[in-house]
C-alpha cells in the first residue's frame, strides 16, 4: 500500500543549492500535481502533469522545474534555492479527469537557509 | 475573485455543536469538488466528495449549489478528533486540461 511516497521528507539548503525532491505513485495515476504550503496558508499549485511527457504550469512555478518521463515519477527540481522556497511540499496524483480524489504523499519540510 | 474561498475561520466550538463551512468558487464550469481534512503537519486526505444533490456520510452533509457557485459542509455532534483544517477544493478545467485547485483552509478546533 505505497501510494504516493515523497523524499526526502526533511531537507535544509543554502541559498543557491540545488535539489530534486522525489515523487513517485504505484497507482497507475495519469495525474500528478506539486504543490506547496507555507505556514498557516493554503496549498498553491506548482506544477502539474496529465501524463507521461506532458506537464503545465501551476499558480507559483518560478524558481522550480518538472519533468514527467514516466507514470510513476514526477520531480522537482530547485534551481538556486532561496529563503522564499522554504516551505512545505506536498505531491499528489489522481486516475482521470473523472476520479480526480488526490492521494498526497507525506510531504517534503525543506529550509532554505 | 480568488479561485477558491473559503471562510477564514478559526472557528473554535464546544463538543457537540454542529458547525458550518462555505467556499465559493470562480469558475462555473467546474465539474467536480471536494472536502479535504488536513491535520497538523500533515498532508490532507479526502474527507467527502460533494454532489449535485448534495450528500451525507454520518455527521458530515456537502451541499452543492451551482447556481452560486458556493459548497458548504456540516459537521454535526462535533467531536474533540474533528479538530483539523477542512480544504474545499474544486477540479477547474484549465486549456484542455484540469488540476485540482485548494482553498486555503477552514481551521475548526471542537474544545471539550
Known amino acids: 500500500n505505497a501510494g504516493v511516497t515523497q523524499t526526502p521528507k526533511f531537507r535544509i539548503l543554502k541559498i543557491g543549492q540545488s535539489m530534486t525532491l522525489q515523487c513517485t505513485q504505484d497507482?497507475?495515476?495519469?495525474?500528478m500535481y506539486w504543490y506547496r504550503q507555507d505556514p498557516g496558508m493554503g496549498l498553491k499549485l506548482i506544477y502539474y502533469?496529465?501524463?507521461?511527457?506532458?506537464?503545465d504550469k501551476g499558480e507559483v512555478p518560478n524558481g522550480y522545474n518538472v519533468s514527467r518521463s514516466t507514470t510513476e515519477d514526477f520531480p522537482l527540481r530547485l534551481e538556486l534555492a532561496a529563503p522564499s522556497q522554504t516551505s512545505v511540499y506536498f505531491c499528489?496524483?489522481?486516475?482521470?479527469?473523472?476520479?480526480?480524489?488526490?492521494?498526497f504523499g507525506q510531504g517534503t519540510r525543506l529550509t532554505v537557509v | 475573485r480568488k479561485e477558491v474561498e473559503q471562510d477564514p475561520g478559526p472557528f473554535n466550538v464546544p463538543e457537540g455543536a454542529t458547525v458550518a463551512f462555505n467556499c465559493t468558487y470562480s469558475?462555473?464550469?467546474?465539474?467536480?469538488f471536494f472536502w479535504y481534512r488536513q491535520d497538523c503537519r500533515k498532508e490532507p486526505k479526502l474527507l467527502m466528495s460533494?454532489?449535485?444533490s448534495g450528500n451525507e456520510d454520518g455527521r458530515f452533509t456537502a451541499q452543492l449549489n451551482r447556481a452560486s457557485q458556493y459548497i458548504s459542509l456540516l459537521i454535526r455532534d462535533s467531536k474533540l478528533s474533528d479538530s483539523a483544517t477542512y480544504l474545499c477544493?474544486?477540479?477547474?478545467?484549465?486549456?484542455?486540461?484540469?488540476?485540482?485547485?485548494f482553498g486555503k483552509g477552514t481551521k475548526l478546533t471542537v474544545n471539550p
Open positions: 499528489a496524483s489522481s486516475y482521470s479527469r473523472h476520479r480526480t480524489e488526490a492521494f
Open positions: 497507482m497507475n495515476h495519469n495525474y
Open positions: 502533469s496529465v501524463g507521461a511527457g506532458i506537464t
Open positions: 469558475n462555473s464550469a467546474s465539474q467536480s
Open positions: 460533494v454532489y449535485s
Open positions: 477544493v474544486v477540479n477547474m478545467a484549465q486549456g484542455g486540461s484540469e488540476k485540482l485547485v
